[in-house]
């Protein structure tokens, strides 16, 4: 079974806007941090941003600062990553992942990231297309 399911992709013009979302099954969000990453065809992936359930903490890599925001609904245990100023270069299949938060010590950082990829729980990704 899929244990985080991303959804909310889809084909947008250049400048638009989507809000992807990222919800779990068999757990909760309370006790985790909950990350992005996305990758685009012949590139590596890339750490986007993440959140912490138990501080409220979040990163941002400095490409989408100003245009992206990350959210947590704890009652609706979901994940929101809303997009704003879409561009091409934001296009690829977005990833979200989920880790225990006892492995992260203090507010998240660009070195959270590397925790997700390396302790986290994934999903399947959504697809992200944005056209000129």
């Known amino acids: 079974d899929v244990q985080l399911q991303a959804s909310g992709g889809g084909l947008v013009q250049a400048g638009g806007s989507l809000r992807l979302s990222c919800a779990p099954s068999?757990?909760?969000?309370?006790?985790?941090?909950i990350g992005w990453f996305r990758q685009a065809p012949g590139k590596e992936r890339e750490g986007v941003s993440c959140?912490?359930?138990?501080?409220?903490?979040?990163y941002y890599v400095d490409s989408v600062k100003g245009r992206f925001t990350i959210s947590i609904d704890i009652s609706k245990n979901t994940v929101y990553l809303q997009m704003r100023g879409l561009k091409p270069e934001d296009s690829g299949v977005y990833y979200c992942a989920a880790v225990f938060h006892h492995r992260i010590h203090g507010p998240v950082t660009i070195k959270t990231m590397t925790s997700l990829v390396d302790y986290g729980t994934w999903g399947q990704g959504t697809l992200v297309t944005v056209s000129s």
């Open positions: 068999g757990f909760t969000f309370d006790d985790y941090v």
């Open positions: 959140i912490s359930a138990s501080d409220g903490s979040t």
